[in-house]
């Protein structure tokens, strides 16, 4: 049985500590996990997770993405972008007030983020 999102892991290759601080500065706070073959930061209760491997297959790593809610997309897009995250989309609205964008973080992943008024997570 599917419960909902749990984790959304990055391949950061071999630049592991350097995604762990570009990350902290992204969500504003440390990881909860921190070890050598993994770092792990809750992010509202789901997991956002650094894996020290290659993505692999270029095509396949922009076939899934997954989106991190904010609740104004213009900002939080534009503090990625001076983070040295690069533009891989523009913001849309996709209708009903939501409003989605992707970026690509520096290590080549895409880092989804959807501002969605209607969205609330429940426990």
């Known amino acids: 049985m599917i419960l909902g999102l749990r984790s959304c892991i990055y391949r950061v290759g071999d630049r592991l500590d350097e995604a ?18 993994y770092v792990g930061f809750n992010v509202g209760g789901y997991e956002l997770g650094l894996h020290p491997e290659s993505a692999g297959d270029a095509p396949a790593a922009v076939a899934v993405n997954v989106y991190w809610g904010v609740e104004n997309i213009q900002d939080a897009r534009a503090h990625l972008l001076a983070l040295g995250a690069k533009p891989f989309d523009e913001i849309t609205d996709v209708g009903g007030g939501i409003k989605v964008a992707l970026v690509r973080d520096p290590f080549g992943n895409l880092f989804g983020l959807i501002e969605n008024p209607s969205f609330q997570v429940t426990k």
């Open 20 to 37: 762990k601080a570009w990350y902290t500065k992204v969500l504003g706070y440390g990881p909860y996990f921190d070890e050598p073959f």
